[in-house]
């Protein structure tokens, strides 16, 4: 089985600044893809950004970028220049290749950003 | 843009009572899945489907049953409603590809009394 840990349940960030979120998976596969999935006290869950292990660049998305240490199996998120709308619950996400599209998530990160 | 929606934001039923959520997409998506979510768990998968009349068990399937007769149309079942089942139900679709990212409805937050 597939396990996501996010070791951090609840962060909290001043508006303007830097802040990492953490995430770590468990996992024999050499093929796979990982996900930073943005859950907004609205509820609906939609796409941060998206990384293919076999893709050594780390993936970026304009504030969001992460940091990819495939052999330490590590994918942190960092949110550059925090906005109040940057509030949320973060969840980070793997899916092995071929499989359905099957995802194993993490427990989430709550952030919060102050102003 | 991808839509996925769900019947209902918030329920309210009464142990026992068969219960039905449904999830429609509208971007001809092959995989549809249905998840549970609670604090602290984060979101654990009960079925999915990768085709019609395809199901999947996921994690945690005991106490669920799923119907999938046309494509865009995924629909969870509770067939005898207990208290340990309120929750938020997520749903969420995405085309077969390897790697294709997921789209979530907006959930549908379940209490049962």
């Known amino acids: 089985a597939q396990t996501v840990t996010q070791s951090q349940p609840e962060m909290s960030v001043q508006e303007a600044e830097t802040v990492t979120l953490s995430c770590t998976y468990d996992?024999?596969?050499?093929?796979?893809?990982l996900f930073w999935y943005k859950q907004p006290p609205s509820r609906q869950m939609i796409l941060v950004i998206r990384?293919?292990?076999?893709?050594?660049q780390n993936a970026t998305e304009n504030r969001f970028s992460v940091n990819f240490q495939k052999a330490a199996k590590s994918f942190s998120l960092k949110i550059s220049d925090s906005q109040l709308g940057d509030t949320a619950m973060y969840f980070c996400?793997?899916?092995?290749?071929?499989?359905?599209?099957?995802?194993?998530f993490g427990t989430g990160t709550s952030l919060t950003v102050i102003p | 843009d991808v839509k996925v929606t769900q019947s209902s934001r918030y329920l309210v039923k009464r142990t026992g009572e068969k219960v039905f959520l449904e999830c429609v997409q509208d971007?001809?998506?092959?995989?549809m899945f249905w998840y549970r979510q609670d604090p602290g768990l984060g979101l654990r998968l009960i079925y999915f489907?990768?085709?019609?009349?395809?199901?999947e068990k996921g994690d945690i399937p005991e106490g669920y049953s799923v119907s999938r007769e046309k494509k865009e149309r995924f629909s969870l079942i509770l067939e005898s409603a207990s208290t340990n089942q309120t929750s938020m139900y997520l749903c969420?679709?995405?085309?077969?590809?390897?790697?294709?990212?997921?789209?979530f409805g907006p959930g549908t937050r379940l209490t049962v009394l």
């Open positions: 969420a679709s995405s085309l077969s590809g390897a790697g294709d990212t997921q789209y």
């Open positions: 996992t024999s596969e050499n093929n796979y893809y």
């Open positions: 990384q293919e292990a076999y893709k050594q």
């Open positions: 996400a793997f899916m092995r290749k071929n499989t359905g599209n099957q995802f194993y």
């Open positions: 971007m001809d998506h092959e995989n």
């Open positions: 489907s990768y085709d019609v009349k395809m199901k």
